[in-house]
């Protein structure tokens, strides 16, 4: 268990060698322990927000290494308390000499996140905002980034906060009536409190619906490739990713697994997933590879179905029976008619029969993977697919599976506070639903959450942050 009054220290950057590597001090006694290994100007006597040039020195007297300790002072630090971070070289015997020395004069090593979590203690960020550093940290593409950034500033948090606030005037209003209840008072007109509600279901069902798209900028846009053998899946990936990633050949079967990789189109991060050819076959290896395709199928957010121009138009009745039906409603269907370039390309027939099979409306690209024809344009189609180009600036993303919970629970019981003052049901069971409602909104910024969920939580973020 964490103690929130000792000093902790940990390196905030990355583990191994490099010009710089910082240490991060936190405590009321932070500046104090590093004065006492610190030969320069005494830190004790420096202003907040200001960079001092010395030499750590143990105890001993012998220099570890020239370093810069840039001061700030509680309150107005990361975590709310005094922070010391000193700049040394990189080298590891360094960082290891200058965490063991600061362990030695009173500090204790940070546990995993345990700086983020005395700033959302100590106030200085509430937990949604606190989850967002670890997703600034983590983010691999611009829009991933663009989106931690926003709630690390606390755009999502304001929303939640407006959400609550209208949550506790509708409370208020129907708690009122209750302790009025003899005199019959009517503190708001029950049309009124409606119209509220409806608007906060709105909104709250809005920012649960955004999930999907977040989570797959967050993570990677999942795009499933397939197709049958030999239709160029394997190519069309090593010319989406830039380098020879699978195995090609003309051999039937070849890729017999899912291999994966991830590239940042434009600003947003895809996730690529080569599978097993779509055929009949004994082979037992092989079949469980297509067992997997039609498994990451379903996982897919976008589905780029490959068709070999040459193959026939059996071929394609073949992989449309197989892949059609694992489709839903909100994956998108891409088409990529491969090998044009091939003077045996039957296009026109190809695409009649497609417009035959396919009832909804599909994206149909001509490529060519081996010379890399149409490869821009099936990127910029991709990206057009993935929804987010779509996304207006400052729009508000959830892209955490917690909040995502938490805002369907709201959802729910605002729901049925709706359903009861449509059907005119006493104060105090909406009132219980309004409470659910602000429950579960509370769980997402800490106001209302338990040591466990806590723990988890920043767990996951690594020792220096």
């Not at 291999?259 to 189109?265: L, S, V």
């Amino acid at each position: 268990m964490m103690l929130q009054d000792d000093t902790i220290c940990a390196i905030s950057t990355p583990h191994g060698v490099g010009g710089i590597a910082v240490a991060r001090v936190s405590g009321a006694d932070a500046i104090t322990i590093v004065d006492r290994v610190w030969q320069g100007k005494p830190l004790s006597d420096a202003t907040s927000h200001s960079a001092h040039l010395g030499t750590i020195v143990d105890e001993r007297g012998d220099a570890i290494d020239q370093a810069v300790a840039t001061i700030f002072r509680a309150p107005r630090s990361f975590t709310g308390e005094n922070v010391v971070e000193i700049a040394v070289h990189g080298s590891r015997w360094v960082q290891r000499e200058l965490i063991n020395l600061l362990i030695r004069q009173g500090c204790r090593i940070a546990a995993a996140g345990e700086f983020t979590r005395r700033a959302f203690a100590n106030g200085r960020m509430d937990l949604a905002e606190a989850e967002a550093v670890a997703d600034v940290i983590a983010s691999s593409s611009r829009a991933a980034h663009r989106i931690a950034m926003s709630q690390m500033r606390g755009d999502f948090s304001n929303r939640l906060s407006s959400l609550h606030d209208q949550l506790l005037e509708l409370a208020s209003l129907l708690e009122l009536e209750l302790d009025f209840s003899e005199e019959e008072v009517e503190f708001a007109s029950r049309e009124k409190l409606l119209t509220l509600a409806q608007e906060i279901h709105t909104v709250v069902s809005h920012l649960a619906s955004t999930f999907a798209t977040g989570a797959a900028i967050k993570d990677g846009v999942p795009v499933a490739i397939v197709g049958e053998t030999n239709a160029g899946k394997s190519t069309l990936l090593n010319q989406l990713l830039h380098e020879e990633r699978a195995i090609v050949s003309d051999i039937h079967g070849t890729t017999r697994d899912t291999i994966e990789d991830t590239i940042e189109i434009g600003d947003t991060l895809f996730r690529f997933i080569d599978t097993a050819g779509l055929r009949e076959t004994t082979d037992t290896i092989e079949a469980l590879g297509i067992e997997r395709t039609l498994q990451k199928i379903t996982d897919a957010r976008i589905v780029l179905w490959v068709i070999d121009a040459t193959a026939g138009i059996d071929a394609i009745n073949r992989a449309s029976q197989r892949v059609l039906p694992q489709l839903t409603e909100e994956q998108i269907l891409v088409i990529a008619i491969n090998k044009t370039d091939n003077p045996d390309a039957d296009i026109i027939n190809i695409e009649n029969s497609l417009r035959d099979i396919i009832t909804t409306t599909t994206e149909i690209i001509h490529i060519s993977a081996r010379q890399g024809t149409g490869i821009e344009q099936l990127e910029a189609l991709l990206v057009k697919a993935s929804g987010t180009a779509d996304i207006a600036p400052g729009e508000i993303m959830v892209t955490n599976a917690r909040h995502y919970e938490a805002l369907t629970h709201a959802a729910d019981s605002i729901a049925r506070a709706i359903d009861g003052l449509s059907m005119g049901l006493s104060g105090d069971f909406i009132a219980q639903d309004i409470r659910e409602t602000l429950h579960h909104l509370g769980e997402i910024t800490g106001t209302i959450t338990s040591q466990d969920i806590l723990t988890t939580i920043f767990s996951r973020f690594c020792i220096g942050k």
